[in-house]
Each structure stands twice: as C-alpha cells, then as structure tokens.
C-alpha cells in the first residue's frame, strides 16, 4: 500500500498531517511543479488544492499514477 501526500497552499494542507499525510507545501506555481515532480515513488494518492491542480494542468492530473484528487474550492 502507498502512501498519500498532498500538495498546495499551506493554509489548506497543514491540516492533513494529522492523518499522516505527507504534506507538500507549495505556495508558487513553480513550487507545486518541484512538489510534483518529488514525489516519492511509494505515494498511491495525491491530494491537490484547486489552485495546485490549475497550476498543473489537465495533462498530468489525467495520468493513471499516481491517483489524484482535487480538493473542493
């Protein structure tokens, strides 16, 4: 089983490492783009807030791996 990260603004992150999520702060488009790509090999699932998932576009939202899920606004 992998684990679950979460990448976006600290605000509404923060909060997920209570459950054990690895949180990736990213404030800046360029941030969540370095976030995403260092991602550990081991992670199944990626929680993104909107403004991550506008930032990443579609295309690699759409992949199979890892799975990903956009935080509601």
């Known amino acids: 089983m992998g684990r679950v990260a ?3 603004e600290q605000t509404r992150v923060a909060g997920l ?3 054990g999520v690895t949180v990736l702060v990213a404030e800046e488009p360029e ?3 370095r976030a995403w790509r260092g991602l550990p090999q081991d992670v199944a699932l990626v929680i993104v ?3 991550a998932a506008d930032t990443l ?3 690699l ?3 199979a791996r890892p ?3 956009v935080m509601p606004a």
């Open 31 to 33: 941030a969540v783009h």
């Open 17 to 19: 490492a209570l459950a």
């Open 57 to 59: 576009g579609p295309a």
């Open 61 to 63: 939202l759409d992949s």
């Open 49 to 51: 807030t909107p403004a």
């Open 67 to 69: 799975l990903t899920a």
């Open 6 to 8: 979460a990448i976006g």
